[in-house]
């Protein structure tokens, strides 16, 4: 709408509330009583824009890099062009052709990458160096990102007086930093797991050793918001107390939980944003009787993957 | 939820309000401001639950009958088990399991008939006299099912009150009836137009012969929910008056506008919730700088066809 070219207005009026989507036939099939979080319809189709943002609300510099071939550049990038800054997304050579259009779309720009002869990081440091004027934001390591984040707790706490659980999807840790952060500073009993793939399960190992642990490299699951070499270290220090546990997701579960979300509650989910419902199908006495809410995250995917995952 | 056995309850509590959505990206696409009303997060996924609960909760009848292949019979169903009503849902044989599976899960009866041997009328009279105290329901020609629709039009118009346009799917004309209702009793300045298939424009031949027509059979469009021989009496003496306009949309509109909707909006639609959206992209000239809400009427899809759709 018009608010594309608008000045900077304060946060709550630009982010979208989270879309509750309830159906008794998915709760039948789930056997829990469950109140979807959708953001699939968040600006940019996302989460992530809450981050991105309460980062361009809050620091003072003139441009924005990241490094992104996922829902924070397009975040990212909308959140620049709705506060006025300029903004460069760092992206590999091979990312999916709509996912840079989605970022120019926004007025971004789009620095490519191979990945083979420079990282995304060194590249991000290289760019720093020439823009010295540029705030360096991280998808999820970030006091900002968390911060954003944690407004989806608040709007979630609100309406979730009497839930149980809050099941978040799990990747570097952003989200479920900022679940917790809100859910303690409003004093709240609701105990929030995480939903990580098995394939990527450097959380579950964190929790378990008590110490922040690594994948060997890019771990290769389906959920690609969750490929992430290891929790971030701001979200750690609130995660290895903050979480009730980690629900650790086989792939299976994922791609059935795509597949219920679009068949019994008219749901476009992306994988990563299948996450917390594929949590109750890996392990369901875990929380059966409960009133559950789950958070799906985004739904941002491409068609052709989509249309095998609800074959 | 556990409202699914609780008793009747007044009309409001029990709908789930319309989601609005808004993408700046299908913005540019289509060239219009466009605000949808998604109903596809109704209970049963479309509209009609309101018009179901409608009937439901204003006869006095102990059991309800239907005639319907498609969203009106899960609606029925489902209004019927919150209400305590019995429920008959005639289907021909033919239709998709997956159909007459969500009748069951919501506790209703599923007539099978062989539309070869018995028409749905003469099934549907043939069981009115078995069962003289049941309602027969009509999906579209009935005061109830009018006024059940009207409640989304008063919904709309507490948020659309700059708007111009109100642009909803045409088939049996209960939808649009209910909506110039809402319009005509709020006083509402706002333009009702109708978005009929061109395949099946008995609607549009009415308006511009100034009396009720009829296709010659079932037209084949795509969007089966108009798939109707001609608009019901009651809606058309709303909507001959009441209608600034139909659009005749060609099928590949329709195509287009579930891809649109998909990919830009991330919302899962059936086509014949996509025919609103498809109306712009047929006449854009029509409609442009314009503020036009768009109704999405309901998300029920076959997966095989949606699949062939977002390709």
Redesign the interface.
Known sequence: ????HSPARPFHEAVRPT?I??S??L??RLGV?V?IASE??Q?T?SFKFRAALYVALNVPHPAVITASSGNFGQAMA?ACRLTGKACTVVMPSTSAQ?KME?VR?FGATVDLIDVKIISRADRVAELALEHPEAYIASAYDDPYVIEGNASLGDEILEQARQADTLIAPLGGGGLTAGLVTAVRRNGATIQVFGAEPLLANDGARSLREGRLVSNDGEPQTLADGARTISLGRRNWEILRDGLAGIVEVPEEQIREAV?LL??L????VEPTGALAVAALLTEPERFRGQAVWCVASG??VD?GL??DL??
């Open positions: 709408m018009s608010e594309a879309t989507i309830q008794p036939r709760n039948s009583d109140a699939t319809f600006h189709g909308y709509v989605a779309e597949r679009f068949s509650a008219n749901l476009k739904g941002n068609p989509y249309r609800i074959a």
